[in-house]
């Protein structure tokens, strides 16, 4: 058996802290009793390459580009990888151990995938559904008639 403990401190921070907000910290006690704040953030365009990466693998896929348009396949793609980055703020590892590794993914890291992949799919859906019936209320423009 497998027992995993986690346990939170609570940092003080300041009005200039609050407004930066890093994505995520991880505290680290050393022997000395001093304690460091790590910070990790997810390069920017690592975050693009991702999502390109993603919506790739989407578009690909027939039943995806059935259900969804081109611009909503590019929403879900991001919104997959916003959701790896709160999951995973720690993008070495993320990439080490999922982000290159999908092939060959653990089942633990590909359920947490798939939670956020089908999460965002659902959300993506319904904005979509939503745009078309707004679509379809408002009727057709007498500019696009002949």
């Known amino acids: 058996m497998i027992f995993l403990v986690s346990c939170t401190v609570n940092i003080e921070r300041t009005k200039e802290e609050e407004t930066k907000k890093p994505i995520a910290e991880e505290t680290i006690k050393s022997t000395d009793n001093v304690t460091q704040t ?3 953030n997810w390069p920017t365009e690592k975050i693009n390459y991702w999502t390109a990466m993603y919506f790739a693998q989407l578009s690909m896929n027939p039943s995806v580009r059935m259900r969804y348009e081109p611009y909503h396949t590019y929403e879900l793609a991001k919104c997959i990888v916003k959701g790896s980055q709160k999951l995973y ?3 070495k590892w993320w990439e080490e151990n999922i982000g290159t590794n999908q092939d060959n993914l653990n089942p633990i890291y590909g359920k947490e995938i798939y939670k956020i992949t089908y999460n965002c799919s659902i959300v993506q859906q319904q904005i979509q559904q939503k745009e078309l019936l ?3 209320e408002a009727g057709p423009d007498l500019k696009d008639s002949i």
């Open 134 to 136: 707004e679509k379809m």
């Open 89 to 91: 703020p720690d993008f």
């Open 38 to 40: 790590e910070v990790f």
